[in-house]
């Protein structure tokens, strides 16, 4: 029996450096919460190899998750209508140098509502929002984060990613 599933376009960055633009399949009905299944889900579930339709090969590719940087998404994961109950502004220097400014959706019990809790006791792939073009990050290859003192301004967009000099 074949199960109906969603397609969802990304760009997942490798540890090597290499991209690819896939579309993750995403089941209508996730297992752990209400809705669809997201990109986050399967980053997250305890399966090493997902599935990915490369768009520029036309195939379907296994991947080794462990090796997934991060995922740019095409479109907000995250309902307009869920509350978050923390949303703390960061800087994440990844360790290839690169830095990331966006904002970690803290959903934690408030003794452990801090950023080192969150980067300590959640899960290996984090979710980075930003004024345009939202990112998954996995935890294995960030470097070092820093809390900023305001969220992102409406000028501060993708183009704040910048690899050092």
């Known amino acids: 029996m074949k199960i109906a599933k969603l397609k969802q376009k990304a760009k997942v960055y490798e540890c090597g450096g290499s ?8 089941r209508q009905i996730a297992e752990r919460h209400s809705g669809r299944e997201t ?3 399967i980053l997250n579930s305890k399966t090493s190899f997902i599935p990915l339709e490369n768009l520029k090969a036309g195939d379907i590719l296994f991947l080794n998750k462990s090796e997934v940087v991060r995922v740019e ?6 309902a307009p209508e869920i509350k978050i109950p ?12 690169e830095i990331l400014l ?4 803290i959903d934690m019990p408030p003794a452990r ?6 980067l300590n006791y959640s899960t290996q792939y984090l979710y980075l929002c930003q004024n345009k073009g939202d990112i ?5 290859y960030m470097h070092s984060v820093k809390n ?5 301004r409406r000028e501060e967009k993708i183009a704040n990613r910048r690899r050092p000099e």
């Open 102 to 105: 966006g904002n970690f959706l």
């Open 86 to 97: 923390l949303e703390v502004p960061v800087q994440v220097k990844l360790t290839n140098g």
């Open 39 to 41: 990109i986050l889900d």
């Open 113 to 118: 509502s801090r950023v080192s809790d969150y």
């Open 73 to 78: 998404l095409h479109e907000r994961e995250i």
């Open 136 to 140: 998954i990050l996995n935890k294995a």
């Open 19 to 26: 991209k690819l633009e896939v579309n993750f399949h995403l």
């Open 148 to 152: 900023r003192k305001n969220p992102l």
